[in-house]
């Protein structure tokens, strides 16, 4: 007995073939995320965490994410955050940021989406979070040596409200 697909059998078993064939060489594994190591650049309205695992550099340009810690109890309407990632683009040279971007992170854990696009790069400002995190990341810098590297949003979260309370000085 034939089916009137039949006339389509010698195709899809060639298909089936160059998948079977090449599925294994066109596979990518996803390589793992980065371990967080969250080292603390600054303590002022937030804790300020740099994500030192996934800074990417370009020449002496670093494309990074900053982990900005709110103080306990803070809520936007009827939702309490943790914080949430600032991305940011910092040329060591120039000593200037661009702001690329925010995702918040609700508490318990959950992050929101990326918003917002890359601003045109601007001075550090004296004495900011921003010189901090510059410091850390393009000079080296270990501000609040007695704080551990946290390797978790949760662990940054727990290590900074407290900081923050305190009004912590590096």
């Given at each position: ?59 002496r340009v ?41 995702s918040s ?66």
């Amino acid at each position: 007995m034939t089916s009137r697909l039949d006339q389509f059998r010698a195709a899809r078993n060639a298909l089936l073939a160059i998948t079977l064939w090449t599925g294994p060489a066109m596979a990518q594994t996803a390589s793992p995320p980065a371990p967080l190591e969250l080292r603390l650049a600054d303590v002022g309205r937030f804790a300020v965490f740099v994500d030192m695992g996934g800074v990417q550099w370009t020449g002496r340009v670093a494309k990074l994410r900053v982990l900005q810690v709110a103080e306990g109890g803070f809520k936007a309407g009827a939702e309490e955050f943790w914080g949430g990632w600032r991305h940011e683009v910092i040329d060591c040279d120039a000593r200037a940021i661009a702001h690329a971007g925010f995702s918040s992170i609700r508490a318990g854990g959950r992050e929101g989406p990326l918003t917002g696009d890359q601003r045109p790069a601007q001075p550090l400002p004296a004495g900011s979070a921003d010189e901090a995190v510059a410091k850390v990341v393009c000079d080296g810098w270990r501000p609040y040596a007695t704080i551990p590297v946290s390797t978790s949003v949760a662990l940054a979260v727990a290590t900074g409200r407290p900081l923050i309370e305190s009004g912590a000085e590096p």
